[in-house]
């Protein structure tokens, strides 16, 4: 008879005991900050909810949800990947220099709705330049193209060059171009985060800059581009961090306008009225670009009150926008002491309407969700 | 249920554990009856009113036995028979009627315009694997090879066993009929068992599932090059066999456990230097199923050469069609009937001549492009993916075969190895060196296996990770 120890009998029965009492014993987590959702708590145990299955689906999310130790096996999971030379886990590229990129192919490009976008914007600055408004638009790169050296190598991605040139046809003149400004300014600091798909203040600030510069005048443009900073929080860890919860990413900066900081302002965000842009409170939480506005609203309005009766007649500008534009309205009330933001994934009016009261109109859109979004600008989507 | 879900691993298992081996060894009536009650809350998990399907079919079958059973005692065939193809053609009736009626009505209206509504039937789990199971039991009856079984809990428990239930290996109940009625529980099997639920647990979800990615984005990617269409390719054919004999070796694992010893349902079938070998290497269960059930009673190689390639035929349009319930699973089958065939006529003896590599290679091209007949349910798409590997796009290589090649280089080599007996070889050295050291032999397989068993969990677990895309916002 063969000598057995029957040692992995009792490993492995650790071990499933292990998960198995551990997740009943510690307590429900209610919400994960690092994937911005609730968490499955555990659910009732009623005979039609077992016989319809919601009963079983719920308590199998419940123990991925609340699983002992889930962050950790999470990691475990990106370090072993990471290791192994898979530098494409969930979504993301791990670049050279701790930097992590989203990760978008042609798969994931919808190229026809792209186009249908770039249409509906089209026809939209027809209707503005008819009324004497003056339209702009500035596609926002993905960090992936401004960053591409740093990507893995043959890595895969949709091809961004031609989405600009597209969207250079369509709106000529009217096109903001800032890909030279952010490639050539990325050697001075970061221009896009990390760990986070946004630009950076520096981004944002180098990105107002060629919007001034066009707008107003090249002196502005250059004053906007010297501005001072202010860093407000230096330990952001933002959403390409969540989906990979690597340690090696490192955290970011988040840096704005010295000048918004002070400025007294009156923010009006759907209905509501604050005293300035930046909602402090959310840099203690996880999502800290949250501290421009709390986070996106269909309507929000912004007015410097700073010297406002000394100041001559300025011009109003309505900027249509996804979040990038957060982060880069603080640069631009300077100029534009009176802004305007629709986020037309929540805005549910007749764009055209309101920009009747203006005098300029921003568009500023990451490529990705020109692709992604449905952007309805004329007419109520319901 | 699925093995690799947390509710399987963190509840059922442990659950079910307990209240099997709580129950004295000499008690086996009352084990079975907690493996049914368990198999039953198994198959019905999520779904349960498929337990309903379940137990008609145990019911039928039971009592169908046991009429063939009796008519067989005093050798009564001619009365038998009848019943058995009753019995039979009850079996495929609800095996067609769950799988089929959909494929069967839209067929029609593509060839007749008929417009007929398809019901939209959902297959419940499981139900090609044990309708094979329980049609062996009557049949095998009925050729005085088993006893009916009287004892409707064992019966059932035969029928409902959850290792196999899902996904097989397909049990024969001559196989398994004396475990089910008297069965001990030696540590030394419980200790296999574990090690092969391990071993399966790790190629389902470390390989299996981390490779499926690679044959998704090639594959959906409009024009690719040759290189990638076959590393695309190649990358599906880890996937299903990962996938496909992980769980058969979770399943015989945890069979195992509970005291019954399954035969095996695959044997390295990458390594085949013909397809005739590939198909005694996979899926062995289904194969072997095939054979004893269809091809010998159609007259096998008994009744002349035409009859027998025309008998080759049926089968592996059966074999096709009991993959799914679509075309190109039936086009599937033909390519491997007439692969078959040839091979019969003339290729085995081309590839007696030649030096082992070619059988090797030859097997496994014909291989590698069956599985994209398989994994492509439209018929053209396939065609036009297989042009792809032979360079329709004009390119040899692209960046996208550079990238994948680089970032997936060790998982492919894990996976080539994974697919050849080196690692059991190198296991059997290293258990053969340290026998007499049995304690540092347990040790270094116990952490070897515990860090599959940890990976994998890590891996698993990670699947629910899913950071809800407000960064869009």
Known sequence: MKKKSYILIYAAAAFIIFLSIGTLLIPDVVFSPDENRYLTEKPDFTVKRVL???????????????????????????????????????????????????????????????EKNLQRIEDFTEICTEQEINVHIMPVPTGAYVYREFLPDNAIMFDEGKAFSQAADAFGSNMIDIRNSLMAGKHGGDVFFKTDHHWTGRGARLAAAEFIGTAVNKAAAEKVRSCDTEIISSEFKGTLYSKVLLKTLGTDIIETSAYARKADMKVEIEGEEYDSLYFDENLNKKDKYAVYFG??????????????????????????????????????????????????RFYRGDISRIAEEYDRVLFVYSVNNLSEEKIVLTGSLS | ?????????????????????????????????????????????????????MLFSIVFNYVCGLIIGKEININNKHRAKPMLIFCVLGNLAILGFFK???????????????????????????????????????????????????NIIIFGTYVTLFPQLIAGPIVRYSDVEAMLIDRKTRPEQVEDGIRRFIIGFGKKVLLANQIYPVWMELSSMENISAASAWLGAAAFTFQIYFDFSGYSDMAIGLGKIFGFDYLENFNYPYISR??????????????????????????????GLPR?????????????????????????????GIILIAEKLCILKVLKKCPPGVGHVYSIVIIVIGWVIFAVDDLSEAIRYIGMMFGSSGNLTDTAFSYFLESRIWLIIACAIGSTPLVRKVCGIISKRLRERYILLGVVETVFLMAIFVFSMAFLVSGSYNPFLYFRF
């Open chain 2, 274 to 303: 013909s397809i005739t070998e590939f198909w005694r290497r996979w899926h062995m269960s289904l194969s072997s199923w095939f054979k004893e059930y269809v091809y010998i009673p159609l007259g096998g190689n008994k009744k």
């Open chain 2, 100 to 150: 089929y009626t959909d494929f069967v009505l839209e067929t029609v209206n593509q060839l007749t315009a008929a417009g007929l509504t398809l019901p939209g039937i959902a297959l419940p789990i499981g139900i090609s694997f044990y309708t094979f199971q329980t049609m062996s039991y009557v049949i095998d009856v009925y050729r005085n090879k088993v006893k009916a079984q009287k």
């Open chain 2, 308 to 336: 027998q390639l025309a008998n080759i035929l049926i089968v592996w349009i059966l074999t096709g069609l009991w993959h799914g319930a679509s075309w190109n699973f039936v086009a599937w089958g033909i390519y491997y």
């Open chain 1, 295 to 344: 986070g996106n609203y269909g309507l929000v309005k912004i007015r410097a009150t700073a010297g406002e009766k000394e100041r001559k007649e300025s011009e109003k500008l309505l900027i249509v926008k996804d979040s990038f534009a957060n982060s880069m309205v603080p640069f631009l009330l300077n100029d534009f002491p009176e802004i305007t933001m629709v986020d037309t």
């Open chain 1, 52 to 114: 319809d299955g919601t009963f079983e689906r719920k308590y199998e999310e419940y123990l991925s949800d609340q699983i002992i130790g889930r962050n950790r096996w999470v990691e475990a999971k990106s370090l072993t990947e990471a290791a192994l030379g898979i530098n494409d886990i969930n979504g993301v590229y791990l670049c050279t220099g701790g930097r992590a990129v989203e990760r978008i192919t042609e798969n994931d490009f919808d190229w026809s709705n792209y």
């Open chain 2, 1 to 53: 249920m699925v093995f690799s879900s947390s509710v399987f691993l963190m509840t059922f298992i442990p659950v079910t554990l307990l209240a099997y081996f709580i129950v004295p060894e000499r008690f086996v009536k009352v084990r079975n009856v907690v493996l049914l009650t368990a198999s039953l809350i198994f198959y019905g998990w999520g779904e349960p009113k498929y337990i309903l399907i």
